[in-house]
């Protein structure tokens, strides 16, 4: 299984970025949950949101009302889409997959956010 992650970058304060991870490789493979970590600067990697295949949704406070995750099974995809971004979002964001043989983790996507 392997993720590919896209759609980071660098955005001033207030606007607007969608992160996208595609997972590959899924053969004889069932995807559970999926969700979106973040490391920020001298942090540890937290929980930003998860997703169940039911599409249950589940957010880190800090980012409930602004942030939205969605998934597309068809396409063994999670997607997040991030408002009203602040300074403080900034990091190095993670797409995580549950599945059947274990987690996979994403290469990671750098954002950056500008006051």
């Known amino acids: 299984v392997q993720l590919v992650e896209s759609g980071g970058g660098l955005v001033q304060a207030g606007g607007s970025l969608r992160l996208s991870c595609a997972a590959s490789?899924?053969?004889?493979?069932?995807?559970?949950?999926m969700g979106w970590y973040r490391q920020g600067p001298g942090k540890q990697r937290e929980l930003v949101a998860d997703i169940t295949r039911a599409a249950s949704t589940n957010y880190a406070d800090s980012v409930r009302g602004r942030f939205t995750i969605s998934r597309d099974n068809a396409k063994n995809t999670v997607y997040l889409q991030m408002n009203s971004l602040k300074p403080e979002d900034r990091g190095i964001y993670y797409c995580k997959v549950d599945t059947s043989r274990g987690p996979y983790w994403g290469q990671g996507t750098q954002v950056t956010v500008s006051p």
């Open positions: 490789g899924i053969v004889f493979v069932v995807i559970s949950n």
